[in-house]
């Protein structure tokens, strides 16, 4: 079982289709993160959750609804979306986010608007 | 302000030499830097750390160098290998983001090493 683990691997949708990704880590973290990951780009900073809390949000469009049921699990939920929100969106966990511990991430959901 | 991790886009070496993959900072104040290494189709993944108190570490076949005075970091890999084609990008610690939340971790653009027969 890989520490970061996250469904679907890829997703087609059309923009006003409402689809939610999922990510799990089995690493015992209470930090997790989303990430979005465009072609040629840096990894931009989504959202923070610490101990289900959410402690950040990096001006994301209201369409990307977080949700941290547990610190084990994240959810992105996703509703019409436009066509630049195709991306990698990426999963990442640890130990804490107020010490120098380094992210693990998942493989990340290919997410396609049509 | 925000600083970015800057990198060359590609960097060919041949199997068996040894890599060296660097990256810039402008932000003194960040204080932890991390290499990861992407696959194609893969997330990244978590190769060395090193905390700015240090100036190198080193883990297996891989070492981490930092030169706090030029805000220059720099990843060598030995003996390179096919496997270790990939995005190499750094990432490094400039903060809080806001108070009592999440220490930002800011990524550069990446590398792709390729590793030639």
């Known amino acids: 079982e890989t520490g970061v683990t996250q469904t679907p691997r890829h997703l087609v949708m059309g923009m006003t289709n409402k689809k939610s990704l999922k990510c799990e880590q089995h690493?015992?973290?209470?930090?997790m993160y989303w990430y979005k990951q465009s072609a040629k780009k840096p990894l931009e900073l989504m959202f923070v959750?610490?101990?289900?809390?959410?402690?950040e949000n990096n001006s994301v469009p209201s369409r990307f609804s977080p949700e941290c049921p547990n610190s084990s699990h994240l959810f992105l939920h996703l509703h019409t979306l436009q066509p630049e929100d195709s991306a990698l969106y990426l999963c990442?966990?640890?130990?804490?986010?107020?010490?120098?511990?380094?992210?693990?991430f998942g493989d990340g959901t290919r997410l396609s608007i049509l | 302000g925000e600083s970015v991790g800057l990198h060359l886009p590609t960097l060919s070496v041949q199997e068996g030499d040894n890599s060296i993959i660097n990256c810039a900072y402008s932000n003194s104040a960040s204080d932890y830097f991390i290499w990861y290494k992407q696959e194609s189709g893969k997330g990244p993944q978590f190769i060395i750390d090193?905390?700015?108190?240090?100036d190198k570490r080193q883990g297996q076949r891989v070492t981490v160098l930092l030169n706090k005075t030029v805000k220059h970091l720099s990843l060598q890999i030995a003996a390179t290998q096919p496997g270790d084609s990939a995005v190499y990008f750094c990432?490094?610690?400039?903060?809080?983001?806001?108070?009592?939340?999440?220490?930002?971790?800011?990524f550069g653009s990446g590398t792709q090493l390729t590793v030639l027969p």
């Open positions: 690493l015992g973290h209470n930090a």
């Open positions: 990432a490094e610690n400039i903060g809080y983001i806001s108070s009592g939340s999440a220490r930002q971790l800011t």
């Open positions: 959750y610490n101990f289900k809390e959410q402690t």
């Open positions: 990442a966990s640890s130990q804490g986010v107020g010490s120098n511990q380094p992210q693990h």
């Open positions: 090193i905390r700015s108190n240090m």
